[in-house]
């Protein structure tokens, strides 16, 4: 009796195990694609919260009643679109009337950017890196602790003049807000995170502190519904008559009530 058949069987059996072996390694194996914006949600988020307090400074109130129109012919920044839209809510806010045209405003409104941006600053508590004299080795550096501070600017100059004459309405002046993100680490455990961004985030809608540090509150913010329009006689699920301020409702010609 011939041993061949049994080495080939011996071969075959091996080969197949290894197949089986790699096809139940192989199973559940999968990777997940994931991106991120080219400008990260924190930078936006402190330039974006620096412009809110920026505005927050000004007393808008006083467009009241006037018909408003924005010139941003002198405004060059960052996050502009947010910038204006911002400026017009407060007009809006103030019980002030926006115009497109010129010769339709009885004030033009003219705002400018004196710094819109971030920028950043790294510490830490520690031993720096060190050089052996004479020896092409260096000690790395050991950080007890350090702190990584994104800050948020914006500065923004404001200045009304009449429409008609080009009398200016007042002196104007500029608002500057600063804003801040800090990353703390301890021994390398962290980051510990505190400042503005961490302000809004808690705040928003479906916030659980999750964020990527270790020491995650948990906290889920509630939600705060917003009103975009004032309406005494809306009742949910019901037909709402239009808005004296939007439009009257159309009078039915006789015709339909032969």
Known sequence: MSTKPTRLTWKNAVLAGLTCSTSVLGVGCASTKTSNTARTGTEQILISAAIDRAFSNVQFNELAGYKVFIDEKYLD??????????????????????????????????????????DTQESYVGIPALGMPGLPIELPEIKLASRN??????????????????????????????????????????????????????????????????????????????????????????????????????????????
Do not use: W
Not at 88 to 117: C, M, N, W, Y
């Open 77 to 118: 920044s960052v996050d502009k679109a947010y910038l204006m839209g911002t400026l017009r809510h407060k007009i809006f806010e103030s019980g002030g009337h926006l115009v497109t045209a010129l010769d339709q405003a009885d004030v033009v409104l003219e705002p400018r950017s004196g710094g819109v941006g971030t």
């Open 149 to 258: 501070t994104q800050m948020g600017t914006a500065k923004i100059g404001l200045v009304c003049y009449d429409a008609k004459t080009g009398v200016a309405l007042g002196a104007g002046g500029e608002s500057t807000a600063l804003t801040h993100n800090n990353d703390t680490y301890v021994l390398g455990v962290g980051p510990f995170r505190s400042g503005s961004v961490i302000d809004q985030r808690q705040k928003a809608v479906g916030y659980n502190g999750v964020g990527g540090s270790i020491m995650s509150s948990g906290k889920v913010a509630k939600a705060a519904p917003i009103k975009i329009m004032d309406r005494k006689d809306a009742v949910m699920g019901s037909p709402s008559t239009p808005a004296e301020q939007i439009a009257e409702t159309p009078s039915v010609p006789d015709y339909f009530n032969r």
